[in-house]
């Protein structure tokens, strides 16, 4: 009896003892935390009365911010003040604004260009996948996130921007002044049904509009008697999550997973999966993609990868596995902070350290014919996984493709030419754009598949001075591959918009003449995973 009373006496003095020790903590703790604030604002105020120069409170909390985000060593997650935030949101979501026409990503402490919009300013000047901003309307790039850089590079249409940029084998920064354009988004510019029965579709970003559109583009080709379908990824940057979630959605079964988020907050865990049954079930596919085929882009292609649903042909993607939430702060301000990392239904994460620099040490890159380098893929040390069907996968660095196509590349003396070429970027493309707009006045009979002769070319020389280019004639020659290409694609732009660029410059690109040879008469998925095997054995893959 004993026992039983001085027991429950002993748990009691117990517990108040071990929760006085925990109570004791939390408050140490607090005050802790309470000292520390207290020690900032001391310093602040100190800063703004005492240091030898005048300074601006609001400057040094700004500072303060973006040194605790820059700490957390995340190129995604950043600081938006509420105008920036409205400028992302107008861009990125609702599809029109008053810019330039570039994505830009922060990457090894620059604004780095991710993909140049068909069509707009950024792209017409002869801006690239991989330039670097150096400065923009004088001010240094190399402190500025790419929110402040966006702030920057947009603003009322018809007004003009400067920007210097950095170049790979450049060794000036590059000048460009580039006319501000009401930017009008389609997250799929056009579709076309090509011989065989082949179906075209590009989707240039995953924007709020990507699932129906593509929706809508493969269905009209359907009607038209499409057999086999390929949806080109390359150069997209990515978008929004829940549209890359449910356009895959259109291409798997229903309960089929699509792209599982992990991170430190509980209801950042979660898988996603497939509610409605494939609508083109059965319909052989191809994803094309390169190394600008980033974030939501790269969720469609791994989902359709893991599940065998479309055979990937292309390039390495860029390795982007982050996913950013968006918090809402005072004042309007916003905090977009990257909360999870996403995995592919087999569980790979493809996420890239991007301070490693994009291609290998390894690697040597090569200037191809659209003006963008390449590499090989990337393939020591990486994790493997397979597929439903049981093929190999590659995690980490990006999505390996399933056939590694490279794009048509030019010769070391080439991309040597370039590159002199090219060291007044700006003003040589710019020539280009005039030349391309007079030749199509010149020749209202033009037509798709035309080629430019030796003398068009000349002719084209003897022009430059006009706009103020001055271009060595031997740098001239021995670019001209590369030249004949840049303007006959400027002029079918044009003359006929996207749909007739790509119809012109069609013969030129490798990855996607590998992606019809494949696809012409194949009945069935498993038969085009045979042809692609079979592709890889025979070295057809243009290495």
Known sequence: MRRSIVAPIVVVLFAMASGGWLLQRGVARTENMYVRVRLFQEVVDRVESSFVDPVDRESLYNAAIGGLIDDLGDPYSSFMEAEDYENLRIQGIEGDYGGVGLEVIDRNGWVTVVSPIPGTPGSRAGIRAGDQFYEIEGVAADTMSSDQAVALLRGRPGSS?????????????????????????????????????????????????????????????????????????????????????????????????????????????????????????????????????????????????????????????????????????????????TTARWYTPVGRSINKDHAMGRFSESAVPRLSLTGQFTAGPDVEGRPRYQSDSGRTLLGGGGITPDLYVPPETLSVEQEGAVRRLYQDAGAFNVALFNYAVRYVREHPDLAVGFDLTDGELNAFYRALPEWDVSVDRDDFRGSTPFIRYQLEREIALQAWGERGQFLQELRHDRQLGVALDLLRGTASQGDLFEKVGGAEERGLTGN
């Open 161 to 337: 921007v400067s920007v210097r940029i950095l170049r790979p084998g450049v060794e000036e920064p590059i000048p460009f002044t580039l006319r501000r354009e009401v930017i009008q988004l389609k997250a799929v510019p056009f579709a076309t049904l090509l011989d065989d029965g082949i179906g075209y579709v590009p989707l240039r970003s995953v924007m709020e509009s990507a699932t129906a559109e593509v929706r809508a583009a493969v269905d009209s080709l359907k009607t038209e008697g499409m057999q086999a379908l390929v949806l080109d990824l390359r150069n997209n940057p990515g978008g929004l999550l829940d549209q890359g979630i449910e356009l895959t959605d259109q291409f798997l079964s229903s309960g089929a997973a699509i792209v599982e988020t992990r991170g430190r907050a509980p209801d950042q865990n979660e898988t996603y999966r497939a509610r409605t049954p494939d609508r083109y079930q059965g319909l052989p596919m191809i994803v094309l993609v390169n190394g600008a085929s980033a974030s939501a882009s790269e969720i469609i292609a791994g989902a359709l990868q893991d599940h065998d649903r479309a055979a990937l042909v292309g390039e390495s993607t860029f390795g982007k596995g982050l996913v950013q939430s968006l918090f809402r702060l005072s004042g309007g301000n916003v905090l977009r902070l």
